[in-house]
Nanobody, 129 residues
Framework: VQLMESGGGLVQSGGSLRLSCTAS????????MGWYRQAPGKQRELVAS??????????RYEDSVKGRFTISRDNAKNTAYLQMDSLKPEDTAVYYC?????????????????????WGQGTQVTVSS
């Protein structure tokens, strides 16, 4: 499984960016798609996650981004999006896509459910004041 991220860049405070993450490989479905970030000198933290386990969905946001960021996903494309509005300088970080709970298509009509987790390479988001 490979994750391809895009959408990072430099933006002024109050501006917007939209991150995309597409998972490729022999994927049947993904349970959780999420975004983490890591600022210099800080630990990596969860920004937002979207869990879809067929019978229910659950979306989580880190407190500081609630009301400003929106996570969404397109299961047909194995793609997650993070719409970031009202950006602040403290949002500056490398943003990483994460997928957790991958079901693989075995190619013979069967599928393999796993707890496999993958990370993207990261995309830089810089917000200037």
């Amino acid at each position: 499984v490979q994750l391809m991220e895009s959408g990072g860049g430099l933006v002024q405070s109050g501006g917007s960016l939209r991150l995309s993450c597409t998972a490729s490989g022999n994927i049947r479905r993904i349970k959780t798609m999420g975004w983490y970030r890591q600022a210099p000198g800080k630990q990596r933290e969860l920004v937002a996650s979207f869990t879809d386990d067929i019978i229910s969905t659950n979306i989580r946001y880190e407190d500081s981004v609630k009301g400003r960021f929106t996570i969404s996903r397109d299961n047909a494309k194995n793609t997650a999006y993070l719409q970031m509005d009202s950006l602040k300088p403290e949002d500056t970080a490398v943003y990483y896509c994460n997928v957790d709970g991958v079901t693989y298509d075995s190619g013979d009509g069967y599928q393999t459910v796993t707890n496999d987790q993958y990370w993207g390479q990261g995309t830089q988001v810089t917000v200037s004041s």
